[in-house]
């Protein structure tokens, strides 16, 4: 509902699969994934390489209760991929969003002719 409340275009996922069928169905229309670590039917990690498989440079954020120092996957180690703890606050997740989506356009290094 926050991040309606400022405009993104939202679709939420009950778990881990479902997250992951919806990406695959809108895959063209998704900027940016946001996973919770633990997540029920799949786990965000697990969904988040199963939707990198098909897209590699889609820009992830993970959230979890848990300090990312105690998560050891190796997907959360990754620095193309964000991390945001819980509970956090709408500035919290708002600037991960933005600095997500400003190195995207720094590592876009294709010329308009």
Do not use: W
């Amino acid at each position: 509902e926050m991040l309606e409340g400022v405009g993104y275009l939202v679709m939420p996922a009950p778990n881990g699969q479902r997250a992951t069928e919806l990406f695959q169905q809108h895959a063209n229309k998704i900027d940016l994934v946001i996973l919770d670590v633990v997540m029920p039917v799949m786990s965000g990690v697990d969904a988040a390489t199963e939707i990198r498989n098909s897209h590699p440079d889609i820009p992830i954020i993970f959230t979890s209760g848990y300090d990312q120092g105690k998560l050891t996957h190796s997907m959360l180690a990754d620095p193309s991929n964000h991390f945001v703890k819980k509970p956090f606050e709408s500035n919290s997740i708002l600037s991960t969003i933005r600095e997500v989506f400003d190195d995207c356009l720094e590592g876009d290094t294709g010329s308009a002719t």
